[in-house]
């Protein structure tokens, strides 16, 4: 298929039908209305469902019972509304469900603002509803990657009958780029037997509820089960073996952390990007590469610093790790370079 | 007279209670499915109140839903898989109070989907505390002084609320005696009639009996339906629109 240019909201919605998803419900909220509104007319012409629910708290359980009967599934939202999504996640995981869920992020606790954002790592990454869980998260970069990533989340949510959520953002959701959808493949709704579709006579009857009150064995088949999931790590290094301090970002900040590597480095200053693709299971493989750094400094659109606690994991106690945060807007280079030469300079170079 | 039960009603050890009501509902429903011969298509969705204990009662395909959200899961269900009748099977306090956003808009966007509720004028799952449909003066475990309706309001009454929609079908009936089991049968079979001819919503509410929480025998708790209930729960239906309307 040819390239065309388009929203990365648009991208993803049409990259989601391409995937072989047939349901979409959701709500509006800015900054990922672009993919309610194209799915409004889109879906029909592929023969799809789209329904704008009342909330996303229908919208969501709409999704579930959609999974169930057998469909690729997705809703999407961002902020305030994907905290209403989390009732349903934590069914969905506790189900064995999959379906594909969008956090398009904004910025800001609350209501916030619409500007872009990566406030919701936790949220994203610990398991946002309640309960004992984490779901796979993908964070792409570009809108190629918004396009490409849904089959993969489709596929993996299938593979691990678990909630697959993308931790997109405003800014890639808005920005125009040049993308190549991916070719449209059918979906079985009949795919798989654990669907519900009708119990006939002397057959076992599907039940879809929480997994806890069937399996002989939940502790084990839970362990295990996110044992697996753990092992999907995906990620990007950039000039990362001989990095005397290796930045860690994901989504629109690895970008921009891209071009600071090689700014800082035409000034002779050895950076290295760890970009983490799947933030749960967040890559702690890649930190293996990273002989040379003394430092780890984060690069989010968060105020906390909320990644720092999974680098910290991954590194271990002998290195500072710390964080540039911007908020309102995305990080720059400068900031980031100087921010690096501050943490270089205490470690005693 | 008929004395066998249908061949999904698995009667698996019940975890119902003595004289509860749900247990009637699965009947119904069951017999219902075998005689339009839907059995083997049903799609079942139960809230996780009282009512989730059908999964094991039945032996229908079933989806045990979020607490208030088993229409809107209905929904979805119904989109992906048009063919099968959808049903939503859920608690007073589910469907009129946690719930009734998924109920209203349901019935305004006229989804073809039915939804049977047990109103049973209290939440029964967590332990009798007050409903939207509890009575004046009801004593709950969080009405303890019963229930004050300058504090807590009337009853909701469903057939006041949602005959000004445009949904296709809207009936109460209880199941106290035969005479209202039989009624309440005619009403489950017609609002799937009209579910199978792709109508829109269908909404059948059965009073029933809760003797637990009542902290009543269960004769008693269904004289109460009979005493108590009907006079603030009309039966019949409310709402039947007609094919071509
Ligand atoms: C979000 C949420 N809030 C509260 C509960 C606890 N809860 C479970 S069932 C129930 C009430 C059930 O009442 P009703 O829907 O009338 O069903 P019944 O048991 O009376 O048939 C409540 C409050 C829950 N499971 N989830
Ligand atoms: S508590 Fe009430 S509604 Fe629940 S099973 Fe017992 S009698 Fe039935
Ligand atoms: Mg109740």
Known sequence: MAKVLLKGNEALAEAALAAGCRFYSGYPITPQTEILEYLSWRMEEVGGEFIQAESELAGINMVLGAAAAGARALTTSSGPGFSLKQEGISYLVAADLPAVIVDVMRIGTGLGDIAQGQGDYWQLTRGGGHGDYHTLVLAPASVQENADMMAEAFDLAEKYRHPVLIASDAAIGQMIEAVEIPEFKEHDINKFDWTIKGCKKGTEQRKIQNVYYTHPDYEGYLTEKYRQMEQEQRYETVQVEDAELVLVAYGISSRVCRETVEIAREEGLKLGLIRPITLWPFPVKAFEEAKAARAFLTVEMNILGQMMDDVKLAVGSGYPVDHYGSIFEIPESDGIIAKAKEMLKKEGK | ?245
């Open chain 2, 1 to 245: 007279m008929r004395l066998v039960a249908p061949e999904t009603v698995t009667f698996t050890q019940s975890g119902f209670c003595p004289g509860c009501g749900h247990g009637l509902a699965v009947r119904l429903i069951a017999e219902v499915m075998e005689e339009m011969e839907l059995s083997e298509k049903l799609l079942a969705i139960v809230d996780v109140a009282c009512g989730s204990l059908n999964i094991d009662s039945w032996r229908f395909d079933t989806i045990m839903a979020a607490h208030g959200r088993p229409i809107a899961t209905a929904v979805g269900v119904k989109k992906v898989r048009p063919e099968n009748p959808v049903m939503a099977y859920i608690g007073d306090g589910a469907a009129y109070s946690i719930g009734m956003a998924e109920t209203m808009h349901t019935a305004i966007r006229n989804d073809n989907v039915v939804a049977i509720v047990i109103n049973n004028s209290l939440y029964g799952m967590t332990g009798g505390q007050c409903a939207p449909t509890s009575l004046p003066g009801q004593i709950t475990t969080s009405t303890p002084k019963g229930k004050d309706p300058k504090k807590a309001g009337m009853p909701f009454r469903v057939d006041q609320a949602f005959t000004g929609l445009d949904i296709a079908y809207l009936a109460r009936g209880s199941m106290a005696d035969a005479k209202g089991m039989m009624q309440s049968k005619k009403y489950i079979k017609k609002a799937f009639e009209k579910h199978m001819r792709g109508e829109g919503f269908c909404l059948v509410e059965l009073l029933s009996p809760c003797p637990t929480n009542l902290n009543m025998t269960p004769v008693k708790s269904v004289e109460r339906i009979k005493n108590e209930m009907i006079p603030f729960f009309p039966l019949g239906e409310f709402k039947d629109k007609k094919e071509e309307e």
